[in-house]
């Protein structure tokens, strides 16, 4: 198994602050990282995708990726309490199919 | 259907019996996978379906657990003689064959063996 390594937190942050957060991987293979949003009780789902080193942006989201430091993350500008959820980092596995998920980082945005 | 469909929402059963956990995925979605999620662990993946066939079982905790998928929809994720660490949420995802990556997840099955 590949790891995947997120801080549990929880990550607290203040309303309209940003939150960053932060995964290292394992795989030297991984070529496609995604980010899940899963809310308490709830299912994850996807909020951003990155293949190529360097930044991508989403709206408010920011994914960052440095293949030769094997680190991803996700930058939240203008937090907001709706934000709050845990945060999983999902590598591409060898197989091209299944992601190696990381336990997740939680995240509390106060108003 | 407009999303992934997993029942039951929740199962409680007796250590030893059988269960059996169904996921109706996203219509036109030939990509299946079944995921598990236990307390504070991150999810682990468990078997991927390919229309019907499942070509990577490589996940599945053990042989009690089983999986067959029909008609290139409704799959079915079988736990036979449960024991208490199957304990877990089940997830069911489905994408399209030609973007795996891209997966779009069930509520999930919460699981209790007692």
């Known amino acids: 198994q590949k790891e995947v390594e997120q801080n549990s937190g929880p990550l607290s942050v203040p309303e309209g602050a940003i939150a960053s957060l932060n995964c290292t991987y394992s795989?030297?293979?991984?070529?496609?990282f995604f980010w899940y949003r899963q809310y308490s009780g709830k299912s994850p789902e996807l909020i951003m995708f990155?293949?190529?080193?360097g930044d991508k942006e989403d709206g408010r989201f920011t994914a960052q990726l440095n293949k030769a430091s094997q680190y991803v993350s996700l930058l939240i500008r203008d937090s907001q309490p709706s934000d709050s959820a845990t945060y999983l980092c999902?590598?591409?596995?060898?197989?091209?199919?299944?992601?190696?998920f990381g336990k997740g980082t939680s995240l509390l945005v106060t108003p | 259907g407009a999303g992934v469909s997993q029942s039951p929402s929740n199962k409680v059963t007796e250590k030893g019996k059988d269960v059996e956990l169904r996921c109706d995925p996203i219509?036109?979605?030939?990509?299946l996978y079944w995921y598990r999620q236990s307390l504070g662990q991150g999810l682990e993946f468990l078997i991927y379906f390919q229309g019907n066939s499942a070509p990577d079982k490589s996940g599945l905790p053990s042989d009690r657990f089983s999986a067959e998928r029909t008609g290139g929809s409704v799959s079915t994720l079988t736990i036979q003689r449960t024991q208490q660490e199957d304990s877990a949420v089940y997830l069911c995802?489905?994408?399209?064959?030609?973007?795996?990556?891209?997966?779009?997840f069930g509520a999930g099955t919460r699981l209790s063996v007692l």
């Open positions: 995802a489905s994408s399209l064959e030609a973007v795996k990556n891209i997966q779009y």
């Open positions: 219509s036109g979605h030939t990509a």
């Open positions: 795989d030297r293979g991984s070529q496609s």
């Open positions: 999902a590598p591409e596995s060898n197989s091209g199919y299944a992601l190696n």
């Open positions: 990155i293949y190529s080193n």
